[in-house]
Structures are given as structure tokens and as C-alpha cells.
């Protein structure tokens, strides 16, 4: 059994697949021996015509490749609808939570943004979509903050292309005094 498997688990609930998945919850050593390796992979999510209108509304993104199918299919290169990008980026928020290692200390994070950010194919309605997480870069700042770097893939269920690639980073709030 590797260390991985015997860290305590968080629960996270995927409404679209219906379980609960266990997330591992790690010390900051721990963590640390985990850059450069991939930390895993996600669930499959489904990007569906419901989601990418309810997106589009939100966002004032209703441009006809996205919200009209009948017009997508005659005019769009793409056979239909696809998905915003903002959608599909703004999926890795709950692909983290359903895979990621939290920290034991973990009291909060923080988006800092992207170093890299390319959308490489589009998602047609339909599609699920699932992320990749590798764990590039793991930098202490002071007694209570960590910023971190992920490699992040966006892979098209049944498709060879990534839908996109991303370096996300974000600052991890801890509480390292309490473990003393």
C-alpha cells in the first residue's frame, strides 16, 4: 500500500456522476515530495447544452456557436454548439476539488491566475471533459502562505487532442504553526 493510499481522505461530492469521491488530504512534506509528479485526474464532467446556455447567461456569452444548435449545425464549422472557453477554464475550479491533495493545514486558497493559457480544440455540447493535475512548482512564502503551480491538461472525453493546457497558479493559506 503506497503513502498515498493510507493519508486521510476529504470527501467531494460529484453531482454529475453521483458519488462522492475521496480526496487525499496530505502534511506539507508530503506534498512536497509530490512536484513534478501528476497528482491525478479528475472525473469526467459533462459540458452539456443546458450548462453552456446557464454559462452563457451569466457570462453574456450567448454568440449562436455556443446557444443556438439548429444555426451552430448550418453555420459553425464545428457540427453544433461547443462550449465557451470561460466554460471549460472555469471547470478546473471543481475538477481541483475532486482531485487535488489537500494540505492538512490548508485554511484557504487563493487564484493568483495563469502563467500559460491555451484553448487547443473546442468542446461540443455533449462532451465530458475531465483534468489532468501535475504539481509543477511548490514555493513557501513566509509562515503561512504556499504558491503553487499546476500543469494542468483539459482532455475531451474519446478525443486525442486536449481541449486545453494551463499553468494555474494559486496561493494556499496554512496554518503551519498549529502542526508544531
Known amino acids: 500500500m503506497t503513502s498515498q493510499q493510507q493519508q486521510p481522505l476529504e470527501a467531494a461530492a460529484d453531482p454529475d456522476e453521483g458519488v462522492v469521491h475521496q480526496v487525499p488530504v496530505v502534511t506539507l512534506e508530503e506534498l512536497k ?3 513534478g509528479t501528476m497528482v491525478g485526474r479528475s472525473p469526467w ?5 443546458e450548462r453552456i446556455d446557464a454559462f452563457g447567461k451569466v457570462t453574456e456569452d450567448e454568440q449562436f ?3 443556438d444548435p439548429v444555426r451552430a449545425a448550418a453555420e459553425a464549422p464545428f457540427g453544433g454548439t461547443i462550449a465557451q472557453g470561460f466554460l ?3 471547470l478546473l475550479v471543481r475538477m481541483a476539488e475532486l482531485t487535488v491533495p489537500v494540505l492538512d493545514a490548508q485554511t484557504a486558497v487563493i487564484n493568483v ?7 487547443l480544440s473546442p468542446v461540443k455540447a ?4 475531465r483534468g489532468r493535475f501535475t504539481l509543477a512548482e511548490l514555493t513557501q512564502r513566509g509562515s503561512n502562505q504556499l504558491h503553487v503551480r499546476y500543469s ?9 487532442r486536449a481541449a486545453m493546457v494551463a499553468h ?3 496561493m494556499a493559506l496554512v496554518d503551519l504553526e498549529s502542526l508544531t
Open 45 to 49: 464532467i459533462l459540458v452539456d447544452q
Open 65 to 67: 456557436i455556443h446557444t
Open 152 to 160: 494542468v491538461t483539459v482532455e475531451i472525453e474519446g478525443e486525442e
Open 33 to 35: 515530495a509530490m512536484v
Open 126 to 129: 455533449g462532451s465530458r471533459v
Open 113 to 119: 491566475g495563469f502563467d500559460k493559457l491555451r484553448f
Open 168 to 170: 494555474w497558479l494559486s
Open 88 to 90: 471549460t477554464l472555469s
